[in-house]
């Protein structure tokens, strides 16, 4: 289907897909509408009405493109002319290998952009239903918290319920409060810069109070229709961590290998990780420490983290509700919903998950628009690329059945012809992925 290129393209939702998806049409021409329902709408987790607001983490996760399937994919986005990679790039913060960002920065620095530009038109206000035949070409890029009238509008449509899952988010502190006679600077085996991580050490005794204090703790109440929704298991509270077994964190986010601490010379027992939240260092992140405790009990028991004694939280950790939909079954190889094909999804609503994969989501999206605009037909990346291998995933590769939300990863990618050996496959993936961008870039 063609529109004339005069048309808006108008994308429901101005979080990091839809910022991606705005971002890459108005490039190309195309104008744009944003609707965006923060500014006349509050949700549970955002803080500002800035487009694509960072509410978990501060982290674009690892930024190696050699080693690593997210950092293969912030890599294509760049060479795609990503506008949240090149914001995130501004908005840096130390962070070992991976890539974090001043997330006030970062979010502001979206809006400025998208508001200045001439093809993009920003309109504050919550859409409550189907997009209306005469807007022609959408993308719903509403993300894990779309709002209930539109979630049932969709439901109401394919027939297919939506599947719904918690995001728990991790505390801020500050960094004044922090006891640095007891925590100490290192990133994991040294990767990055020195003063990367702050680090809280752990002996048995500390560990095993602490693990007691969060599974007694109170925790924030669920609503009847909530009681029953899982778990991504890469968000888990800390505390259903620990409730899955006692060393389960000290395996996950406490593991203190690749640490030393420089007052025993030894090992921690287990280490809490601090992470630089922004651009100042004045406020730092507990790295892996989503939790659903009431604030009152974070407060507490989050104290007892030797170097964390007198802590000043700047945001305390909380819970949001993620709804996405059954991809594979409702969308076609190009993001279209197959019972109206004038609609294309993008984003943590499709069943992908992460910051750089919702905004990758919204990055194809808009590709397959433009393309269309253009009179050709939407051409998918190669499954070889960590594009291409995210949205094979998401609109086929998965089983709709037990379809989960998932972030990018080596093991989405199709299998090595011929197969090489195991200290030999990433690079040989990675080789392979840049080879076929490049060709695929050539046509679509």
């Known amino acids: 289907m063609s529109s004339p290129i005069s048309n808006p393209v108008h994308i429901i939702g101005g979080g990091l897909a839809g910022s991606e998806a705005a971002w890459q049409l108005a490039s190309a021409g195309i104008p744009v509408v944003i609707h965006e329902m923060r500014g006349v709408h509050a949700t549970e987790a955002h803080k500002t009405e800035d487009l694509a607001e960072l509410v978990c983490s501060n982290s674009f996760r690892s930024d190696d493109p050699d080693n690593n399937a997210v950092g293969l994919i912030h890599q294509e986005m760049r060479t795609l002319g990503s506008i949240i990679m090149a914001e995130a790039d501004k908005a840096r913060v130390p962070a070992g290998s991976a890539l974090a960002v001043d997330r006030d920065q970062f979010s502001a620095g979206v809006t400025e952009k998208l508001a200045a530009h001439p093809n993009v038109s920003i309109v504050r206000e919550m859409i409550t239903g189907l997009p209306p035949a005469d807007w022609g070409q959408t993308i719903i890029a509403t993300g894990p918290l779309t709002a209930t009238p539109l979630a049932e509008a969709i439901r109401g449509l394919t027939g297919e319920d939506a599947l719904a899952f918690f995001d728990a988010i991790a ?214 690329t960590a594009l291409g291998a995210l949205l094979s995933h998401i609109t086929g590769g998965a089983k709709a059945d037990s379809f989960q939300p998932m972030n990018v990863n080596f093991g989405l990618f199709p299998l090595l012809d011929p197969p090489v050996k195991k200290d030999q496959r990433k690079p040989a993936l990675v080789a392979r992925a840049r080879a076929d961008l490049a060709e695929w870039m050539a046509v679509a």
Request: glycine share 8%.
């Open 171 to 384: 505390p801020v502190i500050h960094f004044d409060s922090i006891n640095l006679d007891v925590a100490w600077f290192q990133s994991r085996w040294d990767k990055g810069g020195a003063k990367d991580y702050l680090n809280c050490p752990m002996d048995k005794e500390q560990y095993e109070a602490f693990i007691d204090a969060m599974l007694a703790a109170e925790m924030a109440s669920f609503k009847d229709w909530e009681a029953n929704t899982p778990y991504f298991d890469g968000c888990m509270p800390i505390e259903v961590m620990a409730e899955r077994g006692r060393n389960t964190p000290r395996f996950g986010p406490m593991k203190p290998v690749g640490l030393t601490n420089p007052a025993t010379g030894r090992r921690a027992w287990a280490v809490v990780q601090l992470r630089q939240d922004n651009a100042l260092g004045t406020l730092w992140n507990m790295v892996g420490f989503q939790t659903k405790m009431k604030h009152a009990e974070q407060v507490r028991v989050f104290r007892m983290i030797p170097g964390l004694e007198n802590a000043q939280f700047a945001r305390l950790g909380g819970l949001h509700r993620n709804t996405f939909i059954k991809s594979p079954v409702l969308l076609d190889a190009t993001l279209r919903l197959n019972a109206m094909p004038n609609v294309r999804f993008a984003g943590q609503i499709t069943g992908c998950e992460g910051y750089v994969e919702s905004a990758a989501v919204g990055l194809m999206a808009a590709r397959f628009v433009l393309a269309e605009r253009l009179g050709k037909e939407p051409l998918p990346p190669p499954a070889t």
